[in-house]
């Protein structure tokens, strides 16, 4: 399932032009995430039979959705231990901090709550607000499982990546409160239709 290659520039082209603000992505595992994310919320995207503004919107979402983090330091985002109480609240501020920084770019408002609440669960438990259901944009609920799923199937400082089958197995698992059960079963619809390979963008 290939995306066009003029979505896949668009994709870079929105990359340099956050760079472009004065802002430095930290390393480079953290912008292929970035694109992979932005990737896989296109493919989720076009499962549920999003329009092509939706799915840019989508692209755009994905590819910013950790811009926060750029206000984390590293000491805390390269740890490779648990993170301490206070380590853990500033983490979990960067959603807000993307606002901040979005904001201030001009960006439209769809793309930022989808920035701004893609830490978000279905069942209330997530952050920064702890919205509920419908009150989650959709395009934050795709980002949500597009984010879980890199995050699970590739390695981070403090744990090796998951294996396919144990990733999947957490989805089913988060899709029963946490995250949208469409944009899980989309997201195997798309995964089972091309390699991992495929859908990545690093």
């Known amino acids: ?9 668009q994709l870079r082209g929105w990359f340099d032009a956050v760079v472009a603000l004065g802002l430095r992505v930290k390393d480079r595992e953290t912008r292929a995430h970035n694109l992979r994310v932005a990737r896989l919320c296109v493919h ?8 092509a503004a939706e799915l840019r919107l989508l ?6 959705h950790d811009i926060g983090k750029l206000a984390i330091p590293d000491r805390v985002l390269g740890k490779d231990s648990p993170l301490s109480e206070s380590e853990w609240t500033l983490m979990r501020s960067h959603p807000e901090m993307g606002l901040t920084l979005l904001d201030r770019a001009g960006q439209s408002s769809r793309e930022v709550l989808a920035v701004l609440y893609h830490h978000e669960r279905l069942d209330g438990s997530g952050y920064p607000y702890g919205l509920k259901a419908e ?5 934050a609920r795709i980002v949500a499982v597009a984010d879980t799923y890199d995050a699970l199937t590739s390695d981070r400082p ?7 089958a144990e990733a999947r197995r957490v ?3 988060e ?3 946490r995250l949208d059960v469409r944009a899980v079963e989309a997201l195997f619809r798309a995964v089972d239709f091309a390699p991992r390979t495929a859908v990545a963008l690093a």
Do not use: D, K
């Not at 399932?1 to 520039?9: E, G, I, R």
């Not at 989720?44 to 329009?51: A, L, V």
């Not at 692209?59 to 910013?64: D, I, P, S, T």
């Not at 009150?135 to 395009?139: G, L, S, T, V, Y």
């Open 1 to 9: 399932m290939p995306v066009h290659p003029p979505v896949q520039q």
């Open 158 to 164: 403090y744990r090796n990546r998951c294996s396919e």
């Open 44 to 51: 989720i995207g076009r499962q549920m039979s999003m329009s």
């Open 135 to 139: 009150a989650i944009p959709i395009e």
């Open 175 to 177: 899709a029963r409160n």
């Open 171 to 173: 989805l089913i698992e």
């Open 59 to 64: 692209a755009r979402a994905g590819l910013m």
